[in-house]
């Protein structure tokens, strides 16, 4: 089982910056990729950006150029410095690791953390 813990979401002003971090309960390396997802009201939830085990990065369209996920290995934990934010970034973004073994495919969620971008 693995456990991911979120923070640093908040209340900030358009063209603010956000740090959010997700600390897991295993060796990060363990995992094939961890990623930060997000669901705004009405919507349904989308990828916003994700990093594999190799290091190999991935973002939405919508953040290029304005978010970056990166990773302690030591510590375990992911980050997503949000920079320029919009209020179109307003969401609860949530953390997610996936696994993948010879016998089982796992997906695990953190609780959810809200950003909020006001205009």
């Known amino acids: 089982q693995v456990q991911l813990v979120e923070s640093g979401g908040g209340l900030v002003e358009a063209g603010g910056s956000l740090r959010l971090s997700c600390t897991a309960s295993?060796?990060?390396?363990?995992?094939?990729?961890m990623g930060w997802y997000r669901q705004a009201p009405g919507k349904q939830r989308e990828l916003v950006a994700a990093?594999?085990?190799?290091?190999?990065?991935n973002y939405a369209d919508s953040v290029k150029g304005r978010f970056t996920i990166y990773r302690d290995n030591a510590k375990n934990t992911v980050y997503l410095q949000m920079n320029s934010l919009n209020p179109g970034d307003t969401a609860v973004y949530y953390c997610?690791?996936?696994?993948?073994?010879?016998?089982?495919?796992?997906?695990?969620w953190g609780q959810g953390t809200q950003v909020t971008v006001s205009s």
């Open positions: 997610h690791a996936h696994l993948k073994s010879i016998s089982t495919i796992r997906d695990y």
């Open positions: 295993v060796n990060i390396l363990s995992l094939n990729a």
């Open positions: 990093i594999s085990s190799g290091g190999s990065t």
